[in-house]
């Protein structure tokens, strides 16, 4: 059985088309066709995201013109599916790729597919609430200088997350002038951003299209620009992982909500969900409740820490009420307005918001401790070596120096707090002890680690 609710939820999850408010219209008029009838395979003149001619060729050619690019591939396997498609596109089987800690999950099952070496470099975090913050350009100039000597394979390529899921915003300009200083392409995760990477030099980026967007779940787009990665290579990736049968449902709605998103229609919704967030934002700031500063008006972030309550326990007494919070964390609960906010949000956000408090707030939760990790660290075991290796699984307080054969990795973010083939110094085993207490239900009482080692 469900939560039990004497009012229609209160929805403030992704899709951002929210429950189908804020369908592309175009979207809508289809699926208000008879049930099916949009369900095609690639007939000729219809084709699909690898045909060079048909309807779906002409969409991705028409996005890309569209959001400044010069290649749009349309994907059905969400932004997960693109990354990794970007990602063995652009790294060549045995190279490293320098990737953020806070990459999504994906990324890193995409190293396993591709025989690539995760080079992970650490960010800064906000210890007020736990959240990994954006990367400055100073801290990539050291973990570019630190790569150079990181190992004997060459580092392909730099991938970046912006912006965050919290709608967190990086100087993108400035890393990726870096990066292409140093000789390596660019991608950019933007699932939650609408293709800004691209106007900051970026060679791929990579939209989801229900995240910021008006598109179904599962749709995606990957951007492309400029001559450091070939049209070829990413098509040749994308042929490799990509189903035969593309659904036609999900290219029509990437394509009809990326056009929608620049049309006349689509900015104006957009400046009325983001007015109407602006005056939410006041109202709840008005009251007290501390929100995290972000660049993306439709997600609003309150910081739970200093109210004194787990971001996963909020979230749990919310819904108990009615209200549907997108990512809750340990210091934080992110809410998604979408691009058209439910009616009774003004009235009923605030009200529980307070009620929160009043029942389960408290003195300030002490301050986050950052993971003890390196600036760059590569996995001691390679890690599709380590994640199919015999494993065992051990107590965490008895995890200290054995290597991991599974990632720890709580969803929502589906950021890893551990990845396959890391030796887990004491110090991270004590950080993963203090992490499972911060997600409570998350993160089991066991790890699994490589038998033997
Ligand atoms: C930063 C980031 N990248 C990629 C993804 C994967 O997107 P999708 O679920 O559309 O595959 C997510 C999902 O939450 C994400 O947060």
Not at 128 to 151: C, F, H, K, M, Y
Not at 279 to 294: F, I, T, Y
Not at 351 to 373: K, S, V
Request: proline share 11%.
């Amino acid at each position: 059985m469900g939560p039990f609710w004497r009012s229609a939820p209160l929805a403030l999850h992704l899709p951002a088309h929210g429950r189908g408010r804020a369908l592309a219209p175009a979207l809508e008029r289809l699926l208000r066709q008879p049930p099916g009838s949009w369900d095609l395979p690639e007939l000729p003149g219809f084709g699909g995201p690898l045909e060079p001619e048909g309807t779906v060729a002409e969409a991705q050619r028409r996005a890309a013109a569209l959001l400044g690019a010069e290649r749009c591939w349309f994907g059905v396997n969400g932004a997960s599916g693109l990354l990794q498609a970007a990602l063995l596109a652009i790294c060549p089987p045995g190279s490293q790729v320098l990737l953020p800690r806070n990459l999504h999950r994906s990324l890193l099952h995409g190293c396993v597919l591709g025989g690539l070496e995760p080079l992970l470099f650490d960010l800064p975090s906000d210890p007020i609430t736990g959240l990994w913050l954006p990367l400055e350009a100073q801290r990539l100039e050291r973990v570019l200088a630190a790569a150079v000597t990181s190992g004997a394979d060459p580092v392909a390529a730099l991938v970046l997350v912006d912006p965050t899921y919290q709608g967190l915003v990086a100087d993108l300009p400035a890393l990726v002038a870096l990066a292409h200083r140093a000789g390596l392409p660019v991608l950019v995760d933007q699932a939650h951003g609408g293709g800004e990477a691209l106007a900051a030099g970026a060679d791929l980026v990579v939209l989801s299209v229900q995240k910021s967007g008006t598109g179904l779940a599962q749709s995606a787009a990957l951007l492309a620009q400029g001559d450091r990665v070939a049209p070829a290579a990413i098509e040749r990736a994308l042929l490799w992982l990509q189903t035969s049968s593309p659904s036609a449902l999900l290219l029509a709605s990437s394509w009809a909500a990326l056009e929608h998103a620049v049309s006349v229609a689509g900015v104006r919704q957009r400046h009325r969900a983001e007015a109407r967030a602006a005056r939410l934002r006041q109202r709840l700031e008005a009251l007290g409740l501390p929100l995290v500063a972000n660049g993306d008006p439709l997600r609003l972030v309150l910081a739970t820490a200093p109210l004194g309550i787990n971001g996963l326990e909020a979230d749990a007494w919310l819904l108990q009420r009615g209200l549907i919070a997108e990512l809750p964390e340990p210091g934080a609960l992110t809410f998604c307005l979408g691009l058209n906010p439910p009616g009774g949000l003004e009235r009923r956000l605030p009200r529980l918001l307070q009620d929160l408090c009043r029942a389960i707030g408290g003195e300030p939760l002490p301050p986050f401790t950052p993971p003890p990790l390196p600036l760059l660290a590569a996995p001691e075991l390679p890690i599709g070596v380590a994640w199919r290796s015999p494993a065992e699984a051990v107590p965490l307080e008895r995890a200290a120096g054995r290597v991991a054969a599974a990632p720890i990795c709580p969803y929502p973010p589906g950021i890893p707090l551990l990845v396959p083939g890391e030796r887990i110094d004491p110090a991270r085993a004590d950080w993963l002890l203090v992490q499972q207490r911060l997600w409570p239900g998350q993160i089991a009482d066991t790890v699994s680690v490589v038998v033997g080692s």
